[in-house]
Nanobody
């Protein structure tokens, strides 16, 4: 059974940074892509980016390119989302999700299991 658990959210002032973690269990990570999403109240889910576990290749949505960085720690089965220069509009519930690697690994679609999410609030 796939289990994804996010942590690291909280309250931060605009311009600050946060690092979110997503601990994964129950899947062979080398065959997977891990993605990060967020959803703000009243808004649609937004795809932020992804990492192909075995190659560490990353892909970012235009909205976060240059501010957010996705990485992974193989020994800890954990993927990270480093968020810098945070803005109030980054306020949302952030969660990770997984999908099997394929040629369309960078697409926002195809994700299955997801975590429960962690709240990020950016104050102005």
């Amino acid at each position: 059974q796939v289990q994804l658990v996010e942590s690291g959210g909280g309250l931060v002032q605009a311009g600050g940074s946060l690092r979110l973690s997503c601990a994964a269990a129950g899947l062979t990570l080398s065959s997977y892509v891990m993605g990060w999403f967020r959803q703000a109240p009243g808004k649609e889910r937004e795809f932020l980016g992804a990492i192909h576990w075995s190659s560490s290749r990353t892909y970012y949505a235009n909205s976060v390119t240059g501010r957010f960085i996705i990485s992974r720690d193989n020994a800890k089965n954990t993927v990270y989302l480093q968020m810098n220069s945070l803005k109030p509009e980054d306020t949302a519930v952030y969660y990770c999700a997984s999908k099997m690697f394929s040629s369309s690994w960078a697409a926002a679609t195809g994700y299955g299991s997801r975590g429960q999410g962690t709240q990020v609030t950016v104050s102005s």
